[in-house]
T-cell receptor
Framework: GEDVEQSLFLSVREGDSSVINCTYT??????LYWYKQEPGAGLQLLTY?????DMKQDQRLTVLLNKKDKHLSLRIADTQTGDSAIYFC????????????FGSGTRLSIRP | ETGVTQSPTHLIKTRGQQVTLRCSSQ?????VSWYQQALGQGPQFIFQ???????GRGNFPPRFSGLQFPNYSSELNVNALELDDSALYLC???????????????FGQGTRLTVV
């Protein structure tokens, strides 16, 4: 089956690192994504990782993939107030129509 | 800004009515996907259109239907609206059918539909 799970809330202090975790079930997933959604806005693709990779770094963002445990994480270094948003983990299932399966989202709030 | 535009931005309808939502895909994109995002949830895949044909469907009843036009813009139609249809409807366009990692990354701002 296809299911993506992530914790609902995360609160971090400004300047600290944020780590958002996600688990997925579809072992045939080829791409895993992190999207950001700010209030009243659509979805912005932050980064993605191909399923044969373990890690990907892009400026302040680091994605770690543990394919054996089907666990994906997003680390945001030096978290800023502008990082406040909902972060969605998602997988691309090649089983049909290349649809993207999203988790329920993690709301990241930043404490001063 | 992704170049994907949706209209209207907000809409209020009465239960039992019909609604049409519109999406203009980014220039050069021939694939459009529609998602429903209920409050506090992640987006759920409704269906995808590729070169004017439906190319896969999620777990939504037949009263959710769509069209894609020769210019690759798209419509989502929902008949016999129910209260649970209240959600943000997102359109995503991509340049080809399902090939690469960021080809479905271009989401519009969404249409917020409220059914009363």
């Amino acid at each position: 089956g296809e299911d993506v799970e992530q914790s609902l809330f995360l609160s971090v202090r400004e300047g600290d690192s944020s780590v958002i975790n996600c688990t997925y079930t579809d072992s045939s997933s080829t791409y895993l994504y992190w999207y950001k959604q700010e209030p009243g806005a659509g979805l912005q693709l932050l980064t993605y990782i191909f399923s044969n990779m373990d890690m990907k770094q892009d400026q302040r963002l680091t994605v770690l993939l543990n394919k054996k445990d089907k666990h994906l994480s997003l680390r945001i270094a030096d978290t800023q107030t502008g990082d406040s948003a909902i972060y969605f983990c998602a997988e691309k299932a090649y089983s049909s129509a290349s649809k993207i399966i999203f988790g329920s989202g993690t709301r990241l709030s930043i404490r001063p | 800004e992704t170049g994907v535009t949706q209209s209207p931005t907000h809409l209020i309808k009465t239960r039992g009515q019909q609604v049409t939502l519109r999406c203009s895909s980014q220039s050069g994109h021939n694939t459009v996907s529609w998602y429903q995002q209920a409050l506090g949830q992640g987006p759920q895949f409704i269906f995808q259109y590729y070169r004017e044909e439906e190319n896969g469907r999620g777990n939504f009843p037949p009263r959710f239907s769509g069209l894609q036009f020769p210019n690759y813009s798209s419509e989502l139609n929902v008949n016999a609206l129910e209260l649970d249809d209240s959600a943000l409807y997102l359109c995503a366009s991509s340049p080809a059918q399902g090939a690469g990692p960021d080809l479905e990354a271009f989401f519009g701002q969404g249409t917020r539909l409220t059914v009363v």
